[in-house]
């Protein structure tokens, strides 16, 4: 920033100008700040100009060092060992339930239903509550009492939202997903299942005798979620895998993407239905001994703990007669011996 005396006669004015780049790359200035009319200031410094215009150039000085500071980046600092506040967290979490339109959602489940309570509200706790105190839906009532916007609803409009929140349950997954594509474009090329152990007594793989839930869950390619459905604990796992793919091709869009799972929902059925439609199927090998599953095309044969070991899958096979399991193996050493006797033959 400089000074400049503008003005003819007695109405000349002594300003601070700054300088800036117009659209077109030119330079130009313009009028920071007016310090005041020269015969005004002159007296004040016992009409020496020179002292005035002394003075007038300290200001610019003190004008230039304030604009710079204004208009510095802010650097946070970040620290990974450093524990986040309650409510910074809880900011967070409200911006994202604010980009997702919880607004919209639950304005809409509104207008299919009769009830008065604001359920927009519930949902927004009740999401803050599983975040930052898990808990029973009772203990979530107390814990949104802790925010700075106090609950205006009752204990029981919660449980009485909770059948609501289930019959919608379809539209809110679809709705989210949505919205998120403003937030992340989402990954759907790729969607991968995993499912949790409604409580029934069934098959644990744990082996334990604890009535189980089953609950399957959709992620897309980057690991996020993308849709869930809950079963009982007594059926076959693998009669729960089309029922939660026609949801995520009718509500979500997602025709065409290539399946990954364990071999336990490998079925025939399964597999018929994710070689339509432009989906495809993948059976993922694990290495014996582990439960880890791994693909094929990621082994370094080179190494010799790798080469030297078995890899396997499991593909049930399923008839009118009879159900089988398919058991496929991979070894590097076998596949190694076998291109030695496809080269002897080749000759």
């Given at each position: 920033?400089y ?11 002594i300003?601070?100008m700054s300088s800036?780049?117009?659209?077109n790359g030119k330079?130009?200035?313009?009028i920071f700040r007016?310090l005041?009319?020269?015969n005004?200031?002159?007296?004040q410094f016992?009409n020496n100009e020179e002292?005035?215009?002394e003075?007038a150039?300290?200001e610019a000085?003190?004008?230039t060092?304030?604009?710079q500071?204004?208009t510095?980046p802010v650097?946070?600092p970040?620290?990974?060992d450093?524990k986040?506040k ?9 911006s994202?339930c ?9 304005r809409n489940?509104k207008n299919?239903h ?5 359920i927009h509200?519930?949902?927004c ?6 975040v ?13 009492h802790?925010?700075l916007?106090?609950p ?10 909770l059948?609501?929140?289930?019959e919608e349950?379809d ?5 989210v997903y ?5 937030l992340?474009k989402?990954n759907t090329k790729v969607?991968?299942?995993q499912?949790?152990?409604?409580k029934?007594?069934?098959?644990s ?17 980057d690991?996020?979620p993308?849709?869930f459905?809950i079963?009982p604990g007594?059926?076959?796992?693998q009669?729960?895998l089309?029922?939660l793919e ?7 869009d997602c025709s065409?993407f ?5 071999s ?6 399964n597999?018929?239905?994710n ?19 791994i693909d094929?095309?990621d082994?370094?044969?080179n190494d010799?703990?790798v ?7 499991e593909?049930?096979i ?5 159900s089988?399991?398919?058991i496929?193996t991979y070894?590097?050493?076998?596949k190694?011996r076998?291109d030695?006797q496809s080269?002897k033959?080749?000759k």
């Amino acid at each position: 920033m400089y000074v400049a005396i503008n003005g003819t006669g007695n109405s000349k004015s002594i300003y601070i100008m700054s300088s800036y780049r117009k659209n077109n790359g030119k330079t130009s200035s313009r009028i920071f700040r007016k310090l005041g009319r020269l015969n005004d200031l002159l007296p004040q410094f016992d009409n020496n100009e020179e002292k005035l215009l002394e003075w007038a150039r300290s200001e610019a000085k003190k004008d230039t060092l304030s604009h710079q500071q204004d208009t510095a980046p802010v650097l946070i600092p970040f620290s990974s060992d450093k524990k986040i506040k309650k409510n910074e967290v809880l900011l967070f979490i409200q911006s994202i339930c604010s980009n997702l339109h919880f607004d919209n959602i639950c304005r809409n489940i509104k207008n299919h239903h009769k009830f008065e309570y604001d359920i927009h509200r519930i949902l927004c706790d009740l999401v803050y509550a599983r975040v930052l105190y898990p808990s029973s839906k009772r203990s979530s009532f107390s814990f949104a009492h802790s925010l700075l916007e106090q609950p205006k609803y009752k204990l029981q409009d919660i449980y009485r939202s909770l059948s609501i929140l289930a019959e919608e349950s379809d539209y809110i997954q679809a709705e989210v997903y949505r919205n998120s594509n403003f937030l992340h474009k989402r990954n759907t090329k790729v969607l991968f299942e995993q499912e949790d152990e409604l409580k029934k007594y069934g098959k644990s793989k744990e082996h334990r005798p604890n009535p189980i839930v089953g609950m399957g869950l959709f992620m897309d390619g980057d690991g996020f979620p993308l849709a869930f459905d809950i079963f009982p604990g007594n059926q076959n796992e693998q009669k729960s895998l089309k029922p939660l793919e026609h949801k995520v091709i009718q509500d979500f869009d997602c025709s065409e993407f290539i399946y990954c799972s364990d071999s336990g929902l490998a079925s025939q059925n399964n597999k018929l239905f994710n070689d339509i439609g432009g989906r495809s199927y993948v059976i993922q090998y694990r290495k014996v001994g582990s439960s880890t599953f791994i693909d094929l095309k990621d082994l370094d044969e080179n190494d010799p703990e790798v080469y030297e070991s078995i890899y396997y899958k499991e593909v049930p096979i399923e008839s009118k007669k009879i159900s089988e399991t398919l058991i496929v193996t991979y070894s590097p050493i076998d596949k190694t011996r076998a291109d030695r006797q496809s080269k002897k033959h080749d000759k």
